[in-house]
């Protein structure tokens, strides 16, 4: 039942249910439940199936991130008692409770927008942003730029397979690695311009830039679902607002 909830809410109603998750990471107090986010926007993914790529892509996004700033926080920069003296090195208790905020807020922003990214493509995304009023310029830019990265991946895949059938060592230490560096950014560059070339004679043959009105192959629309949800998130939001004076008081 939530699943198939879940997979039929418009892509504003997604997007209103990721800033609501990290919003309220802001009004409740303390790190426990930012942490959490973790957790929450795992769930959401799995009733999508994207859960082992979420976890993946928040692992690879946070873990030196999040590893730096406990190091600088609690290590090169003293601040108040000695908590945990290893030798040399010594852990400052205020600059570690630091470093727990300021990770907490990090972390739960990260898997928003990773969960968001997962159960949302940008083809809908934009398209459901441009029914609500957006200028097709602005929502087709917008597309693009969201598809730059996963497009670009791609390339940089094809490019060193290629290389590789050629002889170029793109595997190995951090030394024939950087080697490997210019035989695949030259070529991927170059391929951006021109497929920027020809999406852009492709948009003029279909008169992109008319005044004129607008007809869609592909179109999506809501589902009985949205205004319940959206509904749910208000009183949700509510909720925390409430918690967080309570606690105050």
């Known amino acids: ?8 809410l418009y ?3 997604k997007l209103l249910l990721a800033i609501s998750l ?22 959401i993914t799995c009733f999508y199936g ?5 976890l993946k892509r928040v692992f690879f996004s946070l873990f030196w991130l999040l590893t730096a700033i406990f190091i600088i926080q609690s290590i090169f920069l003293p601040s108040g008692e000695v908590w945990i003296k290893l030798g040399f090195i010594s852990v400052y208790k205020e600059g570690f409770l630091k470093a727990v905020n300021l990770t907490s807020k990090i972390t739960a922003f990260v898997s928003v927008l990773t969960m968001l990214t997962l159960i949302t493509s940008a083809k809908d995304f934009t398209l459901s942003l441009e029914k609500q009023g957006l200028n097709p310029k602005i929502s087709f830019i ?5 598809q730059m990265i996963p497009e670009l991946q791609k390339q940089s895949m094809v490019i060193m397979d290629s290389q590789r059938s050629r002889g170029v060592e793109t595997e190995g230490n951090l030394f024939t690695r950087s080697k490997a560096l210019i035989p695949v950014f030259i070529p991927l560059v170059l391929s951006s311009i021109a497929n920027t070339e020809e999406r852009a004679i492709t948009l003029e043959s279909r008169a992109f830039s008319s005044e004129s ?18 509904v749910f998130l208000l009183i949700f939001i509510i909720l925390c607002i409430t918690w967080r004076i309570l606690w105050a008081i």
């Open 50 to 54: 994207k859960q082992k790529i979420y």
């Open 22 to 43: 990290f919003v309220s990471s802001f009004i409740i107090q303390g790190w426990f439940y930012s942490y959490s986010m973790v957790l929450i926007c795992g769930i």
């Open 11 to 13: 892509p504003t109603t």
């Open 1 to 8: 039942m939530i699943r198939n909830i879940l997979e039929k």
């Open 213 to 230: 009105r607008r007809t869609r192959l592909y179109d999506i629309e809501k589902s009985k679902y949205d205004n319940p949800v959206r």
């Open 142 to 146: 917008l597309m693009l730029t969201l």
